[in-house]
């Protein structure tokens, strides 16, 4: 079955502690994406992928870091710079087409500081 | 700041009721616009969604209004199950493949 694939499902961190979350699909999607869930905040950019070997911040990229060297996979690195990284993170791909932008999103990592 | 504004954060509904959720934008180059569900501890996944060019859009029991001159658009469930109790998120995007989402509405829906 294609999808997208986040691991681990639960992390967690120490302080001072760079941790990086996977994300690997195989539906062929050009674009990949990563969020950030916090309660009552809705779901916040951090990072995006439309091609292999290119990426561009979203709304909230400090403090965190990204890698795109095959079309597959899409891993983000929390750094110890991200002073409140406890957070449900959420990886999404999508093709990119003209008039599609449906997004297929993974089960997503919950990371917590320790 | 939220380019998406949603309301109710929450609300709870009795089975075979009509839930309602709101979403407003500013951004008038938004021409693309997804809800999307989401159950504890899993991913969202796409609802349904709209375009401009139409005012309304019906799925099943889940139908989704457009005001284009109002810049609003809202989600209505209609004969509300229990199995529909989980958070919403309506969304915008301008071409760029970039959804922006609004804040979510945690609908539980009591038999």
């Known amino acids: 079955d294609g999808g997208i694939t986040q691991s681990p499902k639960y992390l967690f961190r120490k302080e001072g502690q760079n941790v990086t979350l996977s994300c690997e699909q195989n539906?062929?999607?050009?674009?990949m994406y990563w969020y950030r869930q916090d309660p009552g905040q809705g779901l916040r950019l951090i990072y995006y992928?439309?091609?292999?070997?290119?990426?561009q911040k979203g709304d909230i990229a400090e403090g965190y870091s990204v890698s795109r060297e095959k079309k597959e996979s899409f891993p983000l690195t929390v750094t110890s710079a991200q002073k409140n990284p406890t957070a449900f993170y959420l990886c999404?791909?999508?093709?990119?087409?003209?008039?599609?932008?449906?997004?297929?999103f993974g089960s997503g990592t919950r990371l917590t500081v320790v | 700041q939220q380019q998406v504004k949603q309301s109710p954060q929450s609300l709870i509904v009795q089975k075979g009721g009509i839930s309602i959720i709101n979403c407003a934008y500013e951004?008038?180059?938004?021409?693309?616009f997804p809800w999307y569900q989401q159950f504890p501890g899993k991913g969202p996944a796409l609802l349904i969604a709209?375009?401009?060019?139409?005012s309304e859009k019906k799925e099943g029991r889940f139908t989704i209004s457009f005001n284009k001159s109002a810049k609003q658009f809202s989600l209505h469930i209609m004969d509300s199950q229990p199995g529909d109790s989980a958070t919403y998120f309506c969304?915008?995007?301008?071409?760029?493949?970039?959804?922006?989402f609004g804040a979510g509405t945690t609908v539980t829906v009591r038999a």
């Open positions: 969304a915008a995007s301008e071409s760029d493949y970039k959804l922006s």
């Open positions: 539906l062929n999607h050009d674009a």
């Open positions: 992928s439309q091609i292999v070997n290119d990426f």
């Open positions: 999404a791909s999508s093709i990119v087409s003209s008039g599609y932008y449906g997004y297929t």
């Open positions: 951004n008038t180059a938004f021409d693309y």
């Open positions: 709209i375009r401009p060019d139409v």
